[in-house]
């Protein structure tokens, strides 16, 4: 079965440092890999997805990740955080085509101060 | 632009109360979803449906069914609800094909507070 581990509920950050956000996957076949952000009060949006293409993903508002197969990881980094990237971040994984649902990490909330 | 919409931000109820949570997508998904999300645990998905009519199990199923009459429709019900049930509710849904990748979007949420 499926699973992702999110290491740490809580990372704080000042503004201007690098934010990194570890997830580890568990996947008896190669896996798509997606990275959701939640703002306070509203639903999910995604920033990124790996699908099987290239291993260094870019998503949206400057944050990328990268897949690691040797090391069943997809973490996501930024390299300089801004205020307005404080949010909820959550890890998930689906077995590929086909399958269609995915399975969710419990969340990291990101904190940034000035 | 993708728009899924629950009919509700925040709804409080009684113990005991039927309660129905709706869910409406524009954008002729066939996968619809139900999720809570609970503090420390993530998104647990409830309930999820790949076609009208039709309707799988999630993870945590107890205690809520679902309705798909219409193809943008979802609903989850609560056919008496426990104050266990306090949570954040969440609706998805995707393209049924392999060119999606499995892309869920998602609604605001609708947070129940049973009483």
């Known amino acids: 079965a499926q699973s992702v581990t999110q290491l740490g509920s809580h990372v704080s950050v000042s503004e201007g440092a690098l934010v990194l956000l570890r997830c580890n996957y568990s996947s008896s076949v190669p896996p798509y890999l997606f990275w959701y952000v939640q703002y306070p009060n509203q639903g999910l949006q995604l920033l990124l997805k790996y699908t099987s293409a290239a291993t260094l993903v870019k998503g949206i508002n400057g944050f990328e990740a990268e897949f690691k197969k040797s090391e069943t990881s997809f973490h996501l980094t930024k390299p300089s955080a801004h205020m307005s990237d404080a949010a909820e971040y959550f890890c998930a994984v689906s077995e590929g085509q086909g399958f269609q649902k995915l399975v969710f990490g419990t969340g990291t909330r990101l904190l940034v101060s000035p | 632009d993708v728009k899924v919409t629950q009919s509700s931000r925040y709804l409080v109820k009684r113990t005991g109360e039927k309660v129905f949570l709706e869910c409406v997508q524009d954008?002729?998904?066939?996968?619809m979803f139900w999720y809570r999300q609970d503090p420390g645990l993530g998104l647990r998905l409830i309930y999820f449906s790949y076609d009208v009519k039709m309707k799988e199990k999630g993870d945590i199923p107890e205690g809520y069914s679902v309705s798909r009459e219409k193809k943008e429709r979802f609903s989850l019900i609560l056919e008496s609800a426990s104050t266990n049930q306090t949570s954040m509710y969440l609706c998805?849904?995707?393209?049924?094909?392999?060119?999606?990748?499995?892309?869920?979007?998602f609604g605001a949420g609708t947070r129940l507070s049973v009483l």
């Open positions: 998805a849904s995707s393209r049924l094909d392999t060119v999606a990748k499995n892309i869920q979007y």
């Open positions: 954008m002729d998904h066939e996968n």
